[in-house]
Nanobody, 121 residues
Framework: VQLQASGGGLVQAGGSLRLSCAAS????????MGWFRQAPGKEREFLAA????????YYADSVKGRFTISRDYAKNTLYLQMNSLKPEDTAVYYC???????????????WGQGTQVTVSS
């Protein structure tokens, strides 16, 4: 599986962005796809994940209520809708796929290249 993330950019605080992650190759129904981010000088952080089959979702407390993960099964595409953005959301955002649900990045087998999100105050 290869992943291509897009949709990042510069936005003012309080604004919104929607990230996309197009997957080439077969995503098994049992797989989980997730979003992570990494800010300068910080470790990569789990944000959200979704089961490809049943759309069950999981969120980090830091983004719950502001970010929404979703997937389009027909388009083989993962999304992250980000609302009420804050300057501390500035980071490179990555999509990834895992065989089982996990919050640990080490469980994810394939990664997209990352897309930069910058939130100005």
């Amino acid at each position: 599986v290869q992943l291509q993330a897009s949709g990042g950019g510069l936005v003012q605080a309080g604004g919104s962005l929607r990230l996309s992650c197009a997957a080439s190759g077969r995503i098994l129904l049992s797989y989980v796809m997730g979003w992570f981010r990494q800010a300068p000088g910080k470790e990569r952080e789990f944000l959200a994940a979704i089961r490809w089959s049943a759309s069950t979702t999981y969120y980090a407390d830091s983004v719950k209520g502001r970010f929404t993960i979703s997937r389009d099964y027909a388009k083989n595409t993962l999304y992250l809708q980000m609302n009420s953005l804050k300057p501390e959301d500035t980071a490179v955002y990555y999509c990834a796929v895992a065989r089982l649900m996990a919050y640990d990045q080490d469980a994810y087998d394939a990664w997209g290249q990352g897309t930069q999100v910058t939130v100005s105050s």
